[in-house]
C-alpha cells in the first residue's frame, strides 16, 4: 500500500541506507556487464596495458562492427530467441500442468514422482549426449529448433515444476474453488485464477527456462551443425580461432547477446509482476 | 434461468446428468492428474529414459575406443577401478568441497539480494535486472570474465588491492587462491539463481503477517526469523535442490578459469567425466563416473525432499 | 553423382578451401562437394566430432582433424585406413611429406589420415631491440636468458618480459615441457611405448622454473595461455616469445605495436642438443561410416597434394606440409616470411602418437602447470609425471 | 426443479467425523437458514453441497439429480464465501463479470446485470478498485454482487453479511429478502444472526456437532425448542437455564424459589412427578413484579441497551437474564422482584436435555 | 499513562482523503467503541493507532508520547485484526506465545497464561492444529487469544466477533467486559453489533466518511443522537425518519397525521413554529394503541423475532418500522393503529439534519 509502510517490512529501513543497498545491487549485479561493456569499447592493445584501464580510453565501436560483419550476429541471436522463446513456451506449459497435479490432486506416490522428476537433472548432459544425438537422428530432428526445444524444455522442466509447485499450493483453494462454481473447469481454473495469480513464480520459472534455452551451448553445438540454425553461444565462439581470443570483438558480441534479454526480462516484469496485489482473501 | 432449465430437459434421462463429452472435462482426480502429468512424462522418458539406460548400461561395459578393442562386458570393473583412482577421489572431494562452500555462500548471498531488491525502490528496473544479469551471462563466459577478473595482472581484482595498497596476488598459482576465485564466481554467478527464487517467494507472503509481527512487538531481525524464513522455507529448499545438483556438476566455470589447475587442485568429477569420455573417450569409466555422481545427487536430493515433506 | 561433406573448422578459411574444393567439382563433374563448419577451436571440433563419430553417424565423409588426433580415432575405428588406396607404396607415398608429418599420420605402419598443411612453434623476438643490444638470436636457452636479462636490465622497461611461453594447463604446455625435452635428443614414446627419461624431464621443467625465477619470465606464467604470449608480444612487451604461427600475421597486422620489429627463428637448444620444434597442423581423415569412402579417399588425396598446398600457402597464409613448396617462387612472393618458417618446420617433432595422446597430454600439461606455479618441484614433477604415464602408456 | 436434498450425509476428515449424517428436504425456492456453533459443520456442509468438498457418506440430490459426482460447475450453484474469496488479480468489475464470462454471457448483458447489482449493495463506485483496496464490509459485498448476478438455481450464502453495519445488514436483508421473493431461487443460509436467521428463514435448520438438532420454522424454533441446546441457541440474549424439580404441578429451583405449572395439563404433569427438570425461560419473558408468579434474585449486571436493559440476576445458583424495559435501571447488588408468566416456561428434561412436552 | 489522543487525524490515499480530521481524546482505562458505517474509516484509523499506516496528518498520543514516527513494536498495543492475520507456520498455541516469547517472558509463565486464554475463548483443544485446519469462527477466536494473551497498554479490536454465533458471541463480550474490568487497560473496539456497542462502550464514537458525527455514552447517543445519521445508525432496527412540519405545537407529517410536541417547552416550540423537521421514532418507542397518541398506516410487512414481532406499514410516503409484542400479528395490508409517546419523539432540522433540542 503506502510507500513507507512497505518500507518498513524490511531489515532495512531509511532512504540513504535503502540507495546504498540499490547501489550495491546494481554493482555486485552489473559490474561484470558494464567491464564487458566497456571492453566492447576498447581496441585489444589497450587490454595489455598497464595499471589497467577501466573506462575504454579511446572509445571505439569497431568492434560492434566486426561483430555484425564477421559473423551472422543477428541471425545467431534469432535463432536463440525462438529456441528460447519456444522451449519456455512449452516449458511452462508442460510444468504447470504438472506442477497442478502435484500441488492439488490426490495423488499416490507424489514424493516419487516429484523425485523423479528431480533426478531427470541429475545427469550430466555431456554423458547424454550421443544417445540424445541418436534419438534426434532417429526422429529426424537434427538441424531444426525442435532438436534443442525439446531438450531444453526436460532441462528446465523440474526445476520449473518444483518452483510452481509450491506456489500453487500457497494458493488459497476458496479462490479456485470459487471459480469452479463460477463456471470453469479445473483446467480453467487453473489457467484462470491460479497462474494468474501465482504470476510471480510463473514468472521466475519462465525466466530460468528461458535463460537455461539462452545459454546453452554443448546440445547446440552437437545438433545444429547448419550454420543458419546457429544459436548465439555457439555462434560467440566463432569470433575466436584455435589460440587466438579477441576479447573486445566477443565482447561486443556477448553485450548484443545480452541486451535482448535484459530488456525482456525488464519489460515482462513490470508487466506481469507489477499487476498484482494480493487481499481478495480473509485468514 | 430458462437456459439453466433446458439443459436439464435434455439431460435426464442419462444416469449422471452430463453430457457424453463433458466427462472428458471432468475427469475424476486422479484421472485427471494423470492426464496433467502425461506431457512431462512422454517428454522426460523421450529425453531422458533411453540415454540414461544407455548410460547405466555403458558403465558396466569395458568400452574405451582409444584401445581399439570392441565392448565388453564388465561387471563392476569400472567402479572398482574407480576406488583406486586417485584423481577420482581428488576431483570429487573438489567437488564436494565446492558444493559445501557455494551452496550455503549461495544461499547466503542470494537471501540478501532477494531481501535487498524486495525493498521498495522507486525505480524497481535497474536492480531487478541486476539480479538477472549474473545469471543471464552465460556461464562459460563468465568464467572467462572472472579468470581475467582474476588475472594477476590484468585483473580488476588485484588493481583494486594494489589501490588499496595492497600486493596483488598471483590467484591461479596457488591451489587455495584458485580454489577461493573459483568458489566466489560461483557463487557470483549462482546467487541471483537463489535470488530469483526466494524472490518470488517473498512476494507471496502476506503483508499482514508482518503486520501482526509489528504489533505482537517483534522487531525486524525476530520478524525475519520467525515469519519471513519460515514461510520462504518452500522456495529455499526447490532453490537449495537444483543449486546442490548443479553444484555438484560444476564443470564450466573451473574448466574456463583454471583447467582445474595449478595440477588438478581444482579439478572437479564433472570435469573428469567431461575428460574422460570427451578427450579420453573411455566412454564405460566415463558412464561409471556419472553413475555415482547422480547416486550423489540423488541422496542429496532424497535428504532435501525429507525436509519438504516433513513440513507437511 | 556422389555427395561429400566435408567436415572444416571455420577458422582455417573454409572461403579458400571451398575454391580447392570447386576446383575439384570441376574435374569430377559426378562430385559434390558441401562443406560443414564446427567450433573453432580444436576442442570445440573434438567435442562435435566425438559426438557425432560416437553415434556412427554417416552425415560425414572427410574431416580435418588436430595433429594430435588422428591415432585416437584410428584406434577408435572412426576413420579408414588410406593403405588399400595406395596400395603397397604408402610408405613411399608419405615420404612426400615433411618427415614429422609422416610419424604422425602413420599408426602401427598405417596410414590414417593424409596431412592438410603444417604448423610449427617459433621463436618470436623482437629484432629491433636485439639489434639495438647487438645481441644475435639465441641458439640455446641459456643463450636466451642471457639476451633477456641484458636487454631488459638495459631497457628499464617494468614491462618489458624477457620470455613468454605457454604455463597454463592447455595444450600449448605440453610442447612447453617437449621442447626442451626433445632437443636433449629425448623421445617420449617409442614404438607405442612409453621411453619417458627422467633426467630429461627434471632438466626441461626447471629450466622453464629457472626462467620464472630468474625473472626473464613473468611469476604469473602458470596463467598464461597461447593468446596471452601474443597479446603481450603483440603489445610490446616482450623480447622472446614461443608461439604458433599464427601470429605472425598478427604481429604484422594493422594493429600491432611490432609490426616490421619482428624476427623469428628456431626455437633455441638446450646446451649440446639440436633445436627442436613442436609439430601442429591439421589432417584430413576419411569417416568410418561414411557412405564413399572411395571417393572421399581420393578426395583427400587431392587435399592433400602440393598443388593444393601451394594454393593454399598463397590464399590462405597456410603453411605446406611439402617441403619443396616453401621455396616455390609463387609461394616465396605471396608469403616472404615462409623463408624463414621452413628450417623451423623441419626440426618440428609430432608430438607422441598414441590413442591415448589426450591423456599424455592431460597429464603432462598439468604437471607443467603445477611445476611453474610452483606446486611442486621439478623433480616432484617428473616423478608424478612419470608415474602416471606409466599407467597410460604400459 | 431445484430442491436440495441431503441423505445421510456425511464427512470425515481422516479420523475426524466432522459431519454425522445429515438429512434433510430443501423444497424449491424454499428459503433455509443454518445455525450452529462456530465449528459444527456448517461451512462443511455448504461446500459439499457446491462440490468444492468430496463426500464422505450418503447422497446430495439438486432437483432430481444426484450431484455427488458432479463437478461444481455444473451444478449450477452461486455460492458467498466465508473467506470472501474475490480474485486478488481482477477489479471488482471484472470479480463479477467472470462468472458470466465464462459462461459465454454476451458483454452487453453482463454490464446492466452488474451495475444493477452494485447498485443494491452501494459498491457502484468501487467496480474499478482490486479487491486490496477495500475495506472488510466492501469486499463481502462485492462477494455477495459476484453471487446474486449469477441467477442460478441455488443460492448457498456463508455468513454473507457477518461485517457489515447494522443499518447496511438491514438493507441488504431485505434486498436478499426481495430477491428471493422475485426469482424464487432456493437459498440456503448461514448466518449467525438471530435476526437474519429469524427474519430470512423459511425454515431453521440447526446443527450441532455435525448432527441436525432441530429443524423447523422460525416460530418453532423460538417457541418449542426441541432442546436445551436449541433453546440456549436461538434467541438473543439467549435463554436462561436453571435446574429444578417437580413436584405437586410446581417447579422448585435449588434456590428454593418456586413456579407453577400452569400451562401444563394436570396429567401431564402428574407423569413428571418428582422429575429432574431444567427449565428454561428466555430473557424476553420476564415481566415487571405483580403481573407474573414473581421470582426474586441479587443483581449481579446491568446492561442499558438503549431499547431495552439486560438484568443479570442471580436465583439460587444460576445466573439469569431478564430483558426488560430501557427504563429499568435497577443498581447492582439491589434485590430484585420479577414476574414470570409460567405459560412461557419451557421443561427440558435433566438427563437428556430434550424439551418435555 | 494509557490515554490516547487524536489532533486532526487525517489519512489519504493518493488523492482519496479517507480520515478527515479526526479530534478525539480517550482517557485511560476507557473503553471506547467505534462504530460507522463500512468504509468510513474504522480500520484505517485503527491501524494508524497501531503504527501500521503512515500518518498523513494531524498527530497521535498514546499517554503523553506522541506515537507518530514510532515503529507498532515500541507502542505496546495488542490487536485483534478484521482479516485474523494469523501466522499459518504456527500452531494455535504458538500463534499466541509469539508475542509473549518475543518480549521475552518465560515459557513457564506463557503456558498458564495461553490455557487460560483459550480456556476463555473455548479452543483449548484446537491448540495444536495450523489456522488452516480451523474453522472461520475459530480462527476468529484464535487471533483475539492472541491479543489477550498480552495485557498492553491499549487493545485494539477490529469486530473481533463478527464470525461468532450469538451464543459465543454473547459468552466473549462478557468476558471481554470482565477482562477490561479486571485489567483496566484501554480499549478501542470496532463493531457493527449494536449490543456490543451499548453494552461495552464507556463511549461510543460514530464516524461517517472519515469524520466524527457524534462522541458519547451509549445513553447520549441512544437517547440523543445528534443527528439523522446517527439517529438512523444506532438501534436495530433502525429510528424510523418522516418528514413534518411544526405548527403551532404539533408536528404534521406529510400524510396529514399530527402528533403533540409535549416535551418540547413552550418557549423552543415557539422558536420552530413553521419548520420543515425530520421526525424520528424508534422502532420500540411505540407502544400499544391508546396508551400514547395514536398513528395509523398500512400494513406491508410483519417480521415475527420470536421476541418480538416487526411491523413495516407506512405512515403517508415513509416507511415506519415497529417493534411490538411478540404475540402481535397483523396481517399485510391491514390498517394499523399504534401509539406514540411524544416524549421519545427526535426532532431533526430538515435542510442540516442535525438534531433541533
Ligand atoms: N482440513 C481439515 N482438517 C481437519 N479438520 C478440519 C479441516 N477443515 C475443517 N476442519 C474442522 O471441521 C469442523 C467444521 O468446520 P466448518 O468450517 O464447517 O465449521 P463452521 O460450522 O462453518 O464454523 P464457523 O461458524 O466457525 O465458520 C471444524 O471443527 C474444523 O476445525
Ligand atoms: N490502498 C487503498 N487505496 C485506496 N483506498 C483504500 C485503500 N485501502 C482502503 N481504502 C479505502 O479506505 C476506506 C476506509 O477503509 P477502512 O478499511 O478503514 O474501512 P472500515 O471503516 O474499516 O470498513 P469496514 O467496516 O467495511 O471494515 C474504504 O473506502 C476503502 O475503500
Ligand atoms: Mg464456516
Ligand atoms: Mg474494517
Redesign the pocket.
Known amino acids: 500500500m503506502s510507500q513507507d509502510t512497505t518500507a518498513n517490512r524490511s531489515i532495512f529501513s531509511g532512504k540513504p541506507l535503502r540507495i546504498l543497498i540499490g547501489f550495491i545491487l546494481v554493482v555486485n549485479g552489473m559490474f561484470p556487464a558494464l567491464w564487458i561493456l566497456f571492453t566492447s569499447l576498447k581496441t585489444e592493445a589497450e587490454l595489455t596495458v598497464k595499471p589497467i584501464t577501466w573506462l575504454p580510453h579511446a572509445p571505439t565501436i569497431a568492434n560492434y562492427l566486426r561483430a555484425f560483419t564477421d559473423q551472422p550476429l543477428l541471425l545467431f541471436l534469432f535463432n536463440s530467441f525462438m529456441v528460447a522463446i519456444l522451449s519456455t513456451a512449452l516449458t511452462l506449459f508442460v510444468s504447470v500442468l504438472a506442477a497442478y497435479a502435484l500441488a492439488r490432486l490426490q495423488l499416490r506416490g507424489r514424493d516419487l514422482i516429484l523425485s523423479a522428476i528431480i533426478a531427470v537433472s541429475t545427469f550430466p548432459l555431456v554423458t547424454l549426449l550421443v544417445p540424445l544425438f541418436e534419438i534426434m537422428r532417429a526422429l529426424g530432428l537434427l538441424n531444426t529448433w525442435v532438436a534443442l526445444i525439446l531438450p531444453y524444455t526436460v532441462l528446465s522442466l523440474p526445476v520449473c515444476t518444483l518452483i510452481l509447485v509450491s506456489f500453487f499450493e500457497g494458493i488459497p483453494r476458496d479462490l479456485e474453488n470459487s471459480a469452479m462454481i463460477d463456471g470453469c473447469t479445473r483446467i480453467g481454473a487453473l489457467f484462470k485464477v491460479v497462474v494468474p495469480l501465482s504470476a510471480p513464480g510463473v514468472f521466475t520459472a519462465g525466466i530460468l527456462a528461458f535463460v537455461n534455452a539462452w545459454d546453452e551451448f554443448l546440445l547446440a553445438l552437437s545438433f545444429n551443425s547448419n550454420p543458419m540454425l546457429r544459436t548465439l553461444p555457439v555462434g560467440i565462439t566463432l569470433y575466436q580461432g584455435e589460440f587466438a581470443f579477441p576479447w573486445p570483438v566477443i565482447s561486443a558480441a556477448l553485450v548484443v547477446g545480452i541486451v535482448p534479454v535484459a530488456v525482456l526480462i525488464v519489460i515482462f516484469q513490470e508487466r506481469v509482476v507489477s499487476g498484482l496485489t494480493s487481499g481478495g482473501i480473509k485468514g | 434461468m430458462a437456459t439453466v432449465s433446458e439443459t436439464t430437459l435434455v439431460t435426464t434421462g442419462n444416469e449422471s446428468g452430463t453430457k457424453w463429452w463433458t466427462r472428458f472435462l471432468d475427469p475424476s482426480e486422479r484421472t485427471l492428474a494423470v492426464l496433467l502429468l502425461m506431457p512431462a512424462a512422454l517428454l522426460l522418458t523421450l529425453i531422458i529414459v533411453y540415454p540414461v539406460c544407455r548410460l547405466v548400461w555403458t558403465s558396466f561395459q569395458n568400452l574405451s575406443l582409444t584401445s581399439g578393442v570392441p565392448a565388453t562386458f564388465a561387471g563392476l570393473e569400472n567402479y572398482t577401478l574407480m576406488l583406486e583412482d586417485p584423481v577420482f577421489w581428488e576431483t570429487t572431494w573438489n567437488t564436494v568441497l565446492i558444493t559445501l562452500i557455494t551452496v550455503p555462500g549461495a544461499l547466503f548471498v542470494g537471501l540478501a539480494l532477494a531481501l535487498m531488491a524486495n525493498l521498495p525502490f522507486n525505480v524497481k528496473w535497474p536492480v531487478r535486472l541486476s539480479l538477472l544479469i549474473p545469471w543471464a551471462l552465460p556461464l562459460s563466459f563468465a568464467g572467462l570474465i572472472f579468470a581475467w577478473f582474476f588475472h594477476s595482472e590484468y585483473g580488476v581484482v588485484n588493481d583494486v588491492l594494489r589501490r588499496l595498497g595492497f600486493e596483488g596476488v598471483i590467484w591461479f598459482n596457488s591451489a587455495n587462491w584458485a580454489f577461493a576465485a573459483i568458489c566466489l564466481t560461483i557463487i557470483w554467478k549462482t546467487s541471483s539463481f537463489m535470488a530469483l527464487i526466494i524472490l518470488a517467494g517473498l512476494q507471496t507472503i502476506p503483508r499482514s503477517l508482518y503486520e501482526a509481527a509489528d504489533v505482537d512487538g517483534a522487531g525486524r531481525i525476530r520478524q525475519f526469523f520467525e515469519i519471513t524464513l519460515p514461510l520462504l522455507k518452500p522456495a529455499i529448499v526447490v532453490a537449495l535442490i537444483f543449486r546442490t545438483i548443479t553444484a555438484l556438476q560444476t564443470f564450466d566455470i573451473p574448466f574456463t578459469m583454471t583447467r582445474g589447475g595449478p595440477g588438478t587442485s581444482t579439478a572437479t568429477l564433472a570435469m573428469y567425466i567431461h575428460q574422460n569420455t570427451v578427450d579420453f573417450l573411455d566412454l564405460g569409466y566415463g558412464s561409471a563416473l556419472a553413475v555415482v555422481m547422480f547416486a550423489l545427487s540423488m541422496g542429496v536430493t532424497a535428504v532435501y525432499l525429507r525436509m519438504i515433506r516433513a513440513k507437511r | 553423382q556422389t555427395n561429400l561433406r566435408v567436415f572444416v573448422s571455420s577458422q582455417h578459411r573454409p572461403d579458400v578451401w571451398r575454391k580447392a574444393f570447386d576446383m575439384y567439382e570441376a574435374k569430377n563433374a559426378n562430385v559434390k562437394v558441401t562443406i560443414e563448419t564446427g567450433g573453432n577451436t580444436s576442442e570445440q571440433q573434438a567435442q562435435y566430432l566425438n559426438t557425432v563419430m560416437t553415434a556412427k553417424d554417416s552425415s560425414l565423409d572427410v574431416m580435418i582433424l588436430d595433429v594430435i588426433r588422428p591415432a585416437q580415432y584410428a584406434a577408435a575405428g572412426w576413420t579408414v585406413p588410406f593403405n588399400d588406396t595406395l596400395g603397397s607404396d604408402a610408405a613411399n607415398y608419405m615420404k612426400r611429406y615433411l618427415p614429422a608429418y609422416a610419424e604422425a599420420n602413420t599408426v602401427d605402419g598405417k596410414v590414417v589420415a593424409l596431412p592438410a598443411f603444417a604448423d610449427a612453434m617459433f621463436l618470436y623476438y623482437r629484432k629491433d631491440l636485439l639489434d639495438k643490444h647487438g645481441i644475435q638470436p639465441p641458439q640455446t636457452w641459456d643463450e636466451l636468458a642471457a639476451a633477456a636479462k641484458k636487454v631488459t636490465e638495459a631497457e628499464k622497461d617494468p614491462n618489458l618480459q624477457g620470455l613468454s611461453f605457454q604455463g597454463k594447463a592447455i595444450e600449448g604446455a605440453v610442447c612447453t615441457f617437449l621442447l626442451p625435452y626433445w632437443s636433449m635428443g629425448k623421445q617420449l614414446v617409442s614404438d607405442g611405448k612409453l621411453s619417458f627419461d627422467k633426467e630429461a624431464a627434471v632438466k626441461s621443467l626447471k629450466l622453464w622454473k629457472d626462467f620464472v625465477d630468474q625473472g626473464v619470465a613473468k611469476k604469473n606464467i602458470a596463467e598464461v595461455a597461447t593468446d596471452d604470449t601474443r597479446k603481450e608480444f603483440q603489445a610490446g612487451n616482450v623480447l622472446f616469445a614461443v608461439n604458433w604461427s599464427y601470429a605472425w600475421g598478427q604481429f604484422q597486422g594493422a594493429e600491432s605495436a611490432v609490426k616490421d620489429k619482428v624476427g623469428v627463428v628456431k626455437l633455441p637448444a638446450v646446451q649440446g642438443g639440436q633445436p627442436a620444434s613442436c609439430l601442429g597442423g591439421w589432417e584430413w581423415g576419411v569417416s568410418a561410416y561414411s557412405n564413399n569412402k572411395t571417393e572421399a579417399q581420393k578426395f583427400v588425396q587431392y587435399l592433400s597434394s602440393p598443388e593444393i598446398s601451394e594454393f593454399m600457402a598463397i590464399n590462405a597464409a597456410l603453411l605446406p606440409q611439402f617441403p619443396e613448396v616453401y621455396t616455390d617462387a609463387d609461394v616465396t612472393k605471396a608469403v616472404p616470411w615462409f623463408a624463414n618458417a621452413k628450417p623451423v618446420v623441419e626440426t618440428a617433432k609430432a608430438r607422441p602418437v598414441t590413442p591415448r595422446y589426450n591423456e599424455v597430454s592431460e597429464i603432462i600439461r598439468t604437471t607443467v602447470n603445477g611445476v611453474l606455479a610452483g606446486q611442486s618441484t621439478p623433480e616432484e614433477g617428473a616423478t608424478q609425471m612419470e608415474g602416471r604415464l606409466r599407467r597410460v602408456l604400459r | 426443479m431445484s430442491s436440495v436434498s441431503f441423505r445421510k450425509l456425511e464427512k470425515t ?2 479420523a ?1 467425523k ?1 459431519v454425522k449424517g445429515i438429512d434433510l428436504e430443501i423444497a424449491d425456492r424454499e428459503f433455509v437458514v443454518l445455525v ?10 455448504l ?1 459439499m453441497l457446491a462440490g468444492l468438498e468430496s463426500i464422505s457418506g450418503g447422497e446430495i440430490r439438486i432437483g432430481e439429480r444426484v450431484v455427488n459426482k458432479l463437478p461444481p460447475r455444473e451444478r449450477d450453484i452461486a455460492m458467498v464465501f ?1 473467506d470472501y474469496a474475490l480474485y486478488p488479480h481482477k477489479t471488482v468489475f471484472e470479480n463479477m463479470a467472470f462468472s458470466l464470462k465464462v459462461r459465454g454471457i454476451p458483454s452487453a448483458e453482463i454490464k446492466p446485470r452488474i451495475s444493477q447489482a452494485a447498485e443494491m449493495l452501494g459498491i457502484t463506485q468501487l467496480l474499478d478498485r482490486k479487491p486490496s483496496q477495500l475495506s472488510g464490509g466492501q469486499r463481502q459485498r462485492v462477494a455477495m454482487g459476484r453471487a446474486i448476478v449469477r441467477r442460478p438455481q441455488v443460492f448457498l450464502f ?2 454473507p453479511l457477518s461485517n457489515l453495519d447494522a443499518k447496511l445488514r438491514g438493507q441488504v436483508r431485505t434486498e436478499i429478502k426481495r430477491l428471493h421473493q422475485a426469482i424464487g431461487t432456493t437459498i440456503i443460509y ?1 448466518t ?1 444472526d438471530q435476526v437474519e436467521a429469524m427474519t430470512l428463514a423459511d425454515r431453521i435448520v440447526i ?1 450441532k456437532g ?1 448432527e441436525i438438532e432441530q429443524v423447523g420454522t422460525p416460530d418453532e424454533v423460538y417457541n418449542s425448542p426441541a432442546s436445551v441446546f436449541v433453546g440456549g441457541f436461538i434467541g438473543s440474549p439467549a435463554m436462561n437455564f436453571a435446574k429444578g424439580t417437580i413436584h405437586s404441578g410446581r417447579v422448585t429451583f435449588d434456590g428454593g424459589a418456586s413456579l407453577p405449572l400452569q400451562s401444563h395439563s394436570a396429567g401431564k404433569s402428574a407423569g413428571l412427578e418428582g422429575r429432574d427438570v431444567i427449565v428454561g425461560i428466555r430473557p424476553e419473558h420476564f415481566v415487571p413484579a405483580g403481573e407474573g408468579h414473581a421470582l426474586s434474585g441479587r443483581v449481579q449486571v446491568v446492561e442499558p441497551l438503549g431499547s431495552d436493559t439486560l438484568i443479570h440476576f442471580m436465583l439460587g445458583s444460576s445466573m439469569l437474564t431478564a430483558r426488560v424495559a430501557p427504563e429499568m435501571r435497577p443498581s447492582t447488588g439491589e434485590t430484585l422482584s420479577i414476574g414470570v408468566d409460567p405459560s412461557r416456561i419451557h421443561l427440558f428434561d435433566a438427563a437428556t436435555e430434550r424439551a418435555l412436552v
Open positions: 476428515y481422516g475426524l466432522i450452529g456453533p462456530s465449528g459444527c459443520g456448517k461451512s462443511t456442509t461446500r466465508q456463508d455468513e448461514v449467525h446443527l455435525g
